[in-house]
T-cell receptor, first 113, second 114 residues
Framework: AQSVTQLDSHVSVSEGTPVLLRCNYS??????LFWYVQHPNKGLQLLLK??????LVKGINGFEAEFKKSETSFHLTKPSAHMSDAAEYFC???????????FGTGTRLLVSP | DGGITQSPKYLFRKEGQNVTLSCEQN?????MYWYRQDPGQGLRLIYY???????QKGDIAEGYSVSREKKESFPLTVTSAQKNPTAFYLC?????????????FGPGTRLTVL
């Protein structure tokens, strides 16, 4: 069975400092992995995805994530946080060939001036 | 603009009533999905459809029904059998149903039972 664990329910950073949102996954198959962002009362927007190509994936708005099979991790990072990055972030896994997404419980990123 | 629209944005329902949430996409996607989001939880799949006139139950289908008569439309009905319907509902679509196809989400409908 596939599952995703987001290790922090909340992360607080100051504007201009690095962001690290942690995600560990469990999958019996070679997975596809995604990070989505959700601003309050909005739909989800895709930040980036890993589908067995390069292990370092670059996304929109300066975010990137590294797929580490040995650690079963797919942590999301950004070198310098902006106020506009404050939102909820979801790590998502799906085994290749299947359509069902398995969502983590989300990490709320708070950015202070 | 290509995308997914959901209406209404806010919906209030009295206990015992059925309500229907609208989802329309102009992305020419074959697959469409309905999710429910509750505070502090990830999204949970209610129903999905891989093609017109076909749909399957997701993880929490009880108390919900759907139809897929047109490629661009996938309405969700929340019936009176759904015991706790207050939640944020999100519709999504994807170009294919393989795991590598990202899903595109609508802006959501917030349903409140009075």
């Amino acid at each position: 069975a596939q599952s995703v664990t987001q290790l922090d329910s909340h992360v607080s950073v100051s504007e201009g400092t690095p962001v690290l949102l942690r995600c560990n996954y469990s999958s019996s198959y070679s997975p596809s992995l995604f990070w989505y962002v959700q601003h309050p009362n909005k739909g989800l927007q895709l930040l980036l995805k890993y589908t067995s190509a390069a292990t370092l994936v670059k996304g929109i708005n300066g975010f990137e994530a590294e797929f580490k099979k040995s650690e079963t991790s797919f942590h999301l990072t950004k070198p310098s946080a902006h106020m506009s990055d404050a939102a909820e972030y979801f790590c998502v896994v799906t085994p290749s060939g299947f359509q069902k997404l398995v969502f983590g419980t989300g990490t709320r990123l708070l950015v202070s001036p | 603009d290509g995308g997914i629209t959901q209406s209404p944005k806010y919906l209030f329902r009295k206990e015992g009533q059925n309500v229907t949430l609208s989802c329309e996409q102009n992305l020419n996607h074959d697959a469409m999905y309905w999710y429910r989001q509750d505070p502090g939880q990830g999204l949970r799949l209610i129903y999905y459809s891989q093609i017109v006139n076909d749909f399957q139950k997701g993880d929490i289908a009880e108390g919900y029904s759907v139809s897929r008569e047109k490629k661009e439309s996938f309405p969700l009905t929340v019936t009176s059998a759904q015991k706790n319907p207050t939640a944020f509902y999100l519709c999504a679509s994807s170009g294919g149903t393989g795991g590598r196809n990202e899903q595109f989400f609508g802006p959501g409908t917030r349903l409140t039972v009075l």
